[in-house]
């Protein structure tokens, strides 16, 4: 079953997801030319230490940092190290914050210094792929119409979907039902309710969808390492569509 939150939990998220909407526009104005991963994760303790709120992904299953900082080829779930950003690399940052019991996740992608007019297409697709998919997430609609929408969009514009991770439900947990597939069938899966919170998460490649996972166990990477790239807002479905909790 997929939780419906009620008005005081939506309330609560809204806080949650503005905290970590602020972050993250903190976070993005730090990364440049010659600053660590490692640095960026320090920065994100703090500020989300500043606002009472917590990372969420730290002990998670056993991760190991603040944040997830993918760079290039690395798709998802990249750990902060002493790696230095450089000029024309694309840096992945995705962050969840728990604020009074309550989990909000986002992730951006963004070019450090000058990047090549390929990597800005793959960087501009996945952010609007991400935006397809949260048209779709209405009253009504079934779940494979956010999938659906989101491959589509990026499938058009020559890119593909990663498919061995997915988005999430979200809310007083970190992942809840339903997953949520950057591929799919129109009209396919549970119909979607106003109190549903998701948090969508397409993760697009420039060459192919495949991926793995390195020694580390956590760090995603494309199989032809080509260059990838993702985007995620946490969501509520309302009786007027989507509201995005993480802008
Ligand atoms: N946004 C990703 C997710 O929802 C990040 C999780 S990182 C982890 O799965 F460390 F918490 F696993
Ligand atoms: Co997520």
Redesign the pocket.
């Known amino acids: 079953m997929i939780p419906l939150k009620s008005k005081e939990d939506l309330e609560l998220l809204r806080a949650s997801g503005k905290i970590l909407a602020k972050v993250m526009r903190r976070l993005r104005e730090s990364v440049g030319v010659g600053i660590s991963t490692s640095e960026i994760d320090k920065l994100a303790e703090d500020l989300i230490r500043q606002e009472n709120a917590e990372a969420?992904?730290k002990g998670?299953?056993g991760?190991p940092a603040s944040i997830?900082a993918s760079v290039n080829e690395e798709v998802?779930?990249g750990i902060p190290s002493e790696r230095k950003l450089k000029e024309g690399d694309i840096f992945s940052l995705?962050i969840?914050i728990i604020y009074q019991g309550y989990f909000s996740?986002a992730?951006i992608t963004v070019g450090v210094g000058k990047i090549n007019p390929g990597l800005k297409k793959l960087i501009e697709a996945t952010k609007n792929a991400l935006s397809e998919g949260i048209k779709q997430a209405r009253p009504k609609n079934h779940l494979g119409d956010i999938s659906y929408a989101i491959q589509n969009y990026a499938e058009r514009h020559g890119f593909s979907v990663v498919r061995q991770?997915v988005g999430?439900g979200i809310g007083k947990a970190?992942?809840e039902e339903p997953e949520i597939a950057n591929f799919g069938l129109p009209h396919s899966g549970p119909v979607l309710k106003s109190g549903m919170v998701l948090?969508i998460?397409p993760m697009v490649n420039m060459g192919t969808w495949e991926t793995e996972i390195l020694e580390n166990g956590w760090t995603a990477v494309t199989v032809d390492h080509l260059p990838s790239a993702h985007f995620?807002h946490t969501i509520a479905i309302t009786d007027n569509g989507a509201e995005i909790l993480t802008q």
Do not use: N, P, Q, T
Request: hydrophobic share 35%; glycine share 6%.
């Open positions: 969420a992904f998670y299953k991760y997830c998802v779930h995705d969840g996740d992730a991770f999430h970190l992942h948090a998460e995620e």
